[in-house]
T-cell receptor, first 115, second 113 residues
Framework: GAVVSQHPSWVICKSGTSVKIECRSL??????MFWYRQFPKQSLMLMAT?????????EQGVEKDKFLINHASLTLSTLTVTSAHPEDSSFYIC???????????FGPGTRLTVL | GNSVTQMEGPVTLSEEAFLTINCTYT??????LFWYVQYPGEGLQLLLK?????DKGSNKGFEATYRKETTSFHLEKGSVQVSDSAVYFC????????????FGQGTTLQVKP
């Protein structure tokens, strides 16, 4: 199947700093990318949907000014956690879809720890 | 609202045992249903799916049947292997874009030799 990578795989930062997480589709063009958040022993919660070249659509309750999403190319989407706080510590997972209605491929996730 | 509920884990089985992981859903409309598997250190992979009532998805010996009357999509395998040890997620989508998913909380399966 298609490969989606995330970078970094884990990051530790100080409270108040911003962290950028990259999601790349390595062997296909991703018209749509999704960002999920997973708390320990809980399910993945969809945060936002991003389409290449347009603004992301955020799910209810997700602060768009805190979680900045950019999908500038068909192979790269970035999630920036601005002014991170300990409660933002979580596992962030992206997925990418090529054609509308096609399967979605998941990245391995990024573990964010905010001290 | 729309939601997915899975049986709590971990589920621990001996090799060659029969596996059932229960999944029920609540949805407005007619969802497509999925099972994803996450092996240690890897991303989620689609295991199987069903797009309408009475469809049976199958892959790698795993099966699940879309039961509209019981709003269920239970995962089964007749004989598990140690290599099946992973976290299994049941999910649904009501979107034509199958990437927009609502997940259950995941069930950890441990298979012992």
């Amino acid at each position: 199947g298609a490969v989606v990578s995330q970078h970094p795989s884990w990051v530790i930062c100080k409270s108040g700093t911003s962290v950028k997480i990259e999601c790349r589709s390595l062997d296909f063009q991703a018209t749509t990318m999704f960002w999920y958040r997973q708390f320990p022993k809980q399910s993945l919660m969809l945060m936002a949907t991003s389409n290449e070249g347009s603004k992301a659509t955020y799910e209810q309750g997700v602060e768009k000014d805190k979680f900045l999403i950019n999908h500038a190319s068909l192979t790269l989407s970035t999630l920036t956690v601005t002014s991170a706080h300990p409660e933002d510590s979580s596992f962030y997972i992206c997925s990418a879809t090529g054609l509308a209605g096609g399967p979605s491929f998941f990245g391995p996730g990024t573990r964010l720890t905010v001290l | 609202g729309n939601s997915v509920t899975q049986m709590e884990g971990p589920v621990t089985l001996s090799e060659e045992a029969f596996l059932t992981i229960n999944c029920t859903y609540t949805a407005t409309g007619y969802p497509s249903l999925f099972w994803y598997v996450q092996y240690p250190g890897e991303g989620l992979q689609l295991l199987l799916k069903a797009t309408k009532a009475d469809d049976k998805g199958s892959n790698k010996g795993f099966e699940a049947t879309y039961r509209k009357e019981t709003t269920s999509f239970h995962l089964e395998k007749g004989s598990v292997q140690v290599s099946d040890s992973a976290v299994y997620f049941c999910a649904l989508t009501l979107s034509s874009n199958t990437g927009k998913l609502i997940f259950g909380q995941g069930t950890t399966l441990q298979v012992k030799p």
